[in-house]
């Protein structure tokens, strides 16, 4: 079809502060994952499907298919709706230690 574009697993965005390979963004309610390193205002190929392994607020426990959102703020997820946009759902059951860190979650894309 001759207004295809492309698939839109990918996209590039320009940073809306700066951000690691790995590190998640949220540019007005797009939300996705750094697939490259980039200062604030340069573009970076972000990642908006798939499962990813993001940092997670500390002492907060998740249930595997937990609604998971972006605290912009604090630049983690969490499962607090307040304030934050909902990215994902997590796939992976994490404990509510101070050092669990890192939650798995599928991403959304949708708004």
């Known amino acids: ?7 839109g697993n990918t996209i590039t965005l320009t940073a809306p502060y700066a951000v690691a390979s790995g590190d ?3 540019v007005g309610s797009i939300f ?8 604030l205002g340069e573009s970076v190929e972000t990642a908006l499907v798939g499962v990813f392994d993001i940092t997670k607020v500390g ?3 998740w249930t595997v298919g937990a609604r998971v959102y972006w605290d912009d703020t604090n630049k983690h997820c969490t499962t607090v709706a307040t304030d934050n946009t909902l990215i994902g759902v997590a796939t992976e059951a994490v404990a509510s230690g101070a050092g669990d860190t890192i939650g798995r979650v599928r991403l959304n894309a949708t708004f």
């Open 1 to 7: 079809m001759k207004n295809y574009v492309q698939p």
């Open 32 to 39: 996705g994952i750094a697939a490259g390193d980039a200062a």
């Open 59 to 61: 002492s907060q426990a």
């Open 24 to 26: 998640g963004l949220l």
